[in-house]
């Protein structure tokens, strides 16, 4: 075992009794290499990468790999959801040396932290166009050793780049621009990338792309553009066709690696699937479709199934991999449809496009090439009745398919993650009026103030009563928080609870003390510099998840409106105003900042109850889809701003105010 091996990480448990010598990263590794003066090499994944696998079975599984690395190098392993600060930093180094990143993220460093070389990926021998991971290190250690002075340069070249990255990214913040930015074609260049025969955005791999597909049904709600809206309907009704929606046991994987949304990448990560439960909601209240309704009870019933911990949080992932073969857990062949359903195989098979042959890899993917209404209509059933012989062969391919390895799952509980869950099920439960969303909502929101939060301060991960590994002293980064403002919002408009606003204001405080940059007009990802990293990461654009500083903002407003808290809003303009000219950028990586500026200059729609009904009320007007919004109710006098003066004692009003004008109220 090496020194990973008190780690609680699951993905560094994963590498503990590898022959390499890895450490966690920490203040013993570093100050080693700089008393060997050794390069470092800093290995970065997350424990349900399949590619991370794939290279530590072929590479760092290998003994005499291994001695090579432990004689030449400081090897440190990094988990990613751990410290998404330095994974930031570092998949920036890789994107300025290679152009692109992902994980495995492979980067080699001075003793003193300059990165100086980095790779994704490396194969066992020489293929697919790339180095082998011998190589690499070979050329590594021979340029560290016997080219010092170039290698320093290079490090000093790259440190250059990326404090000429940040002070771009600076500039462009801190510009302004007289006109305001323009929106029209922000949408005209998003749409550039729509794909019109199969949903989504681009051709493959395709990702969810949330924020965009929020964006653009605020958009067309906004500037009443029905296509607009279609197309995120069409869209999601082809996700849910596609083998990247879990066709039995309900949620999402990460994306899929074809244009059709047939052939998912199998992990399944927490935050893809509370997104998609806000976006699914989202459309329900659009269309009132059915399969949207369908689509957010099987998410809710995968979460709980699947990652909800005893403790009341929910766990961040599922693996991709099991016996030995990527998506294993999820295949059949169809001779076990035949031996499980019997006489219900052959149209089992043909709705969820299953062949003898199969139809990946000799196996069969379930996707679903035939809505229940088109497979009843062809057996001659009553489709209420078809409903019943679906939903019971999905329960008998389910519950064979729980029996079989069961699949890796990384049980860490990270604050942000569970946070955009929490909003999703608060944004199923607005939709639906079902309890069970709103319970679930609470369950996990009630989680996490009580095990995230102590002496006055937020932390990122949460790994049990007890410990001390290093890991649960992390403190929050801006994304957690974000996120975690969101939910408290979208549980007060689905509670109509004032005490959630109460935290969402007490946040926001701590948010701006801790992570403004009042010069720049902007947010860093960390609250302090740190001792460990080679500069403070800003947080701006959409990743894989939606841009942190964005969430803060559009919370700063609302919190701005609902409470009438000055600050809050001059922070949220300054801050506004300063990236509104990096929407010119590409735009799927800026739809969430697009959302926030569409709702300042169309102007947030106050809808507002009073009296004593309002609740009732407020849960019926909260399926209706109404974005862009400030949504408040109180059953008693209130001297908050919205409230002030509008309460009539017997009688339930609503009142709906747009800029700076309001209807008449509307008795209810």
């Not at 300059?114 to 194969?123: E, L």
């Not at 305001?180 to 949408?187: K, N, R, V």
Request: overall charge negative; hydrophobic content about 40%; proline content about 5%.
């Amino acid at each position: 075992m090496n020194h990973l091996q008190y780690e609680k990480s699951p993905y560094l448990l994963q590498h503990a009794d590898n022959p390499v010598d890895w450490y966690p990263w920490g203040e013993e590794a570093l100050q080693r290499a700089r008393e060997e003066d050794k390069p470092i090499l800093l290995s970065i994944g997350y424990s349900t990468c399949h590619w991370c696998h794939v290279m530590e079975h072929e590479s760092f599984e290998d003994e005499d790999v291994a001695a090579y690395m432990n004689a030449h190098f400081i090897n440190i392993k990094l988990d990613r959801e751990e410290r998404p600060d330095l994974d930031r930093i570092y998949m920036r180094v890789c994107e300025l040396l290679t152009g692109s990143g992902g994980w495995p993220l492979n980067v080699f460093l001075t003793p003193g932290l300059k990165p100086f070389f980095a790779g994704t990926y490396f194969p066992p021998e020489p293929r697919y166009g790339r180095m082998s991971w011998s190589q690499v290190l070979q050329t590594v250690v021979y340029n560290f050793y016997e080219k010092r002075e170039l290698v320093e340069r290079e490090a000093e070249r790259v440190m250059k780049a990326l404090q000429e990255g940040r002070q771009t990214a600076a500039s462009k913040v801190v510009a302004r621009e007289n006109e305001p930015t323009d929106l029209e074609d922000f949408y005209k260049r998003l749409s550039a990338f729509r794909d019109g025969a199969w949903g989504g955005f681009g051709r493959a791999p395709k990702f969810p792309q949330v924020s965009s597909l929020s964006f653009m049904l605020a958009w067309s709600y906004a500037k009443e553009l029905p296509e607009a809206a279609d197309f995120v309907l069409f869209t999601l009704e082809k996700m849910l066709q596609g083998g990247i929606c879990d066709q039995l046991g309900g949620g999402f994987a990460r994306y899929a690696t074809d244009q059709a949304w047939r052939i998912p990448h199998f992990e399944k990560m927490l935050y893809d699937n509370g997104l998609l439960l806000g976006v699914l909601a989202e459309a329900f209240q659009v269309s009132k479709r059915p399969v949207f309704l369908r689509a957010l009870r099987e998410t809710q019933a995968f979460l709980e199934r699947e990652l909800r911990s005893p403790e009341g949080g929910f766990y961040a992932a599922l693996d991709a991999d099991s016996e030995g073969r990527e998506g294993a857990y999820y295949l059949w062949s169809m001779d076990e449809l035949r031996e499980l359903l019997g006489e219900d195989a052959a149209w089992f098979a043909a709705m969820h496009g299953c062949t003898e042959e199969g139809n990946w890899e000799g196996s069969n993917i379930l996707w679903r090439l035939k809505e229940p209404e088109e497979m009843a209509a062809e057996l001659g059933m009553e489709l209420s009745v078809f409903l019943q012989h679906l939903a019971k062969a999905r329960e008998k391919l389910l519950a064979h398919r729980q029996k079989r390895l069961s699949l890796h799952r990384d049980d860490k509980l990270l604050l942000g993650w569970n946070a955009l869950a929490v909003s999703g099920l608060a944004k199923a439960a607005q939709a639906t009026g079902e309890k069970s969303f709103e319970e679930s909502a609470l369950r996990t929101l009630q989680f996490l103030k009580k095990h995230f939060y102590r002496n006055e301060q937020w932390y990122h991960q949460y790994v049990g009563e007890g410990t001390d590994a290093r890991a649960a002293h992390t403190p929050a980064f801006l994304t957690d928080l974000a996120y975690l403002l969101r939910a408290l919002i979208d549980v007060y408009e689905c509670t109509q609870q004032l005490t959630w606003l109460e935290d969402a204001s007490g946040l926001a405080t701590y948010v701006i003390k801790h992570f403004y940059d009042e010069d720049r007009k902007r947010f860093y990802l960390t609250a302090e510099a740190g001792d460990d990293l080679i500069l403070r990461p800003v947080e701006d654009r959409d990743s894989e998840t939606p841009s942190g500083a964005a969430y803060v903002t559009d919370a700063l407003f609302y919190l701005a409106h609902a409470l009438g808290i000055e600050r809050f809003g001059e922070v949220a303009r300054e801050v506004l105003e300063a990236h509104a000219p990096r929407l010119s950028e590409h735009p799927l990586a800026w739809s969430a900042w697009a959302t926030v500026l569409l709702a300042e200059q169309e102007g947030r729609n106050e809808w507002i109850i009073v009296g004593p009904d309002a609740q009732a009320h407020a849960r019926k007007l909260a399926q209706k889809y109404l974005p862009l919004r400030i949504f408040m109710s109180t059953e008693q006098p209130s001297d908050l701003p919205l409230f002030r003066d509008r309460f009539q004692p017997g009688k339930t009003l609503l009142y709906h105010c747009h800029h700076f004008s309001c209807d008449p109220p509307i008795a209810l």
